[in-house]
């Protein structure tokens, strides 16, 4: 794991990016309703985890399909979001 300094540059990094740019229009509508219903968050080492698929090749809307809609997408995506390093 990094430092405190290093996890700082990081985070100031990823602050200045948009990662909405990422994401297709169904996403973006998924995303934005999921904010505005006020859901929570995936607690991180799920979030890990899901993220994981993502990187494998799965897109979120498929993550979804296989863990039986137990997460909206929309929180899959704040999800990814989230943890992406880049």
């Known amino acids: 794991m990094g430092t405190e300094e290093e996890i700082s540059s990081i985070q100031r990094v990823e602050d200045t990016e948009d990662p909405i740019k990422y994401l297709s229009g169904r996403e973006i509508k998924a ?8 859901i929570d968050h995936l607690p991180l080492a799920l979030a890990l985890k899901l993220y994981e698929l993502f990187l494998n090749g799965y897109q979120c ?20 979001l989230r943890v992406r390093v880049g």
Request: some cysteine; overall charge positive; charged content about 40%.
């Open 31 to 38: 995303y934005t309703k999921w904010k505005k219903d006020a």
């Open 61 to 80: 809307e498929e993550i979804c399909r296989i863990n039986g809609d137990r997460f909206p997408l929309g929180q899959l995506i704040d999800a990814r």
